[in-house]
Every structure is written in C-alpha cells, then in structure tokens.
C-alpha cells in the first residue's frame, strides 16, 4: 500500500456542462485541499454518473449498473480508482479490484471509472502530477450553480435511448 500513500484523496462534487461549448465534465475535488478536477466526458458517461449521484433507479440497468452486478457475482470488490495521467489532453485511471486474497489492476477510461465507483463507494485518488497539471481553483460559486442548473435541465431531456451505440473517449 506504500505506492498508494502519495495519491490525492477526490470526491465527486457533480456533473455539469462546460460553456460554451455544452460539454459534459464530470468535476472533482481534492478531499484535503481547494483544487478541482474537471474531467471531460462523454453524455452517457455524465448521464449515468449523475443517475448514481442522484440515486436515480432506471427501469434496466446501466451498463455500469451491469458492471458492478459483475464484479459483486464474481466476489470482487472495487478498491480504489486512480486517475493515474493525463497524454495529450486525455486523463487515464486504473479500478483496482480485491479478489482471493488478491489486488488486480484494469486500466480504465475516468469516466467508467467514476461511474462505478459512485455506485459502489469506492474511493476515488489521483496521482499527484495529474492535480499539478491540471487542477483548478474555482472561486465563483455562483456561476458552479448556474452550471448544474443548465447541466439538470440538459439530463432531464435526455434519454438513454439518445445515447445507444454512441461511445465517448476522453
């Protein structure tokens, strides 16, 4: 666990659209600290996130729904996911999962990665460098509600019908 001991403890604080553009991130921040990373993703990847922070109970699973119905029936438990960089604009994560005695590693999109992980609590880090490079300070809360606001306005016209067969890599 010592190579673990230096990552950044996030919390999820909401899924929101950037403007102008109108793309989805999914924005977190550092548990012990001010800094914020917004991570742009896809509108099934954000529908689904903010499905699970909402509690949202849709009429068939998700397929992060399915993921974690998986991973339960195997006997694994989702450790920790780890945003571990960020290549050319792209962030990359790990889901690190606990089974037989034993840690297994699985490179990941964030935005699965995030997904799963509001669903079943699992602790969310990031590598140091990747808040170095890419982490913010955002001081205007009143423009944070503004945002949410447009961004629930947004997922309540959609439907996961919009979103089949579409796929979204940050």
């Given at each position: ?39 742009w ?13 909402e ?17 339960d029936?195997?006997?694994a ?52 460098d ?41």
């Amino acid at each position: 666990m010592d190579e673990y001991r230096d990552l950044v403890p996030l919390r999820v604080v909401d899924v929101r659209l950037e403007l102008p553009s109108n793309q989805p991130i999914v924005l977190l921040k550092e548990i012990h600290g001010d800094r914020y990373l917004p991570i742009w993703i896809g509108a099934p990847e954000a529908t689904s996130i903010a499905t699970a922070l909402e509690n949202v109970t849709t009429p068939r699973p998700l397929t992060h729904d399915l993921l974690r119905s998986v991973i339960d029936a195997l006997g694994a438990v989702a450790s920790r996911v780890v945003i571990t960089e960020m290549r050319d604009s792209i962030y990359f994560a790990d889901i690190t999962f606990a089974t037989d005695g034993r840690e297994v590693s699985v490179s990941s999109r964030p935005s699965d990665a995030i997904a799963l992980a509001v669903r079943t609590g699992t602790p969310i880090y990031a590598n140091p460098d990747v808040l170095d490079e890419a982490g913010v300070v955002i001081e205007d809360e009143v423009d944070q509600e503004e945002e949410v606001a447009r961004f629930r306005e947004f997922l309540s016209d959609v439907t996961v019908e919009d979103f089949l067969g579409h796929e979204h890599d940050e």
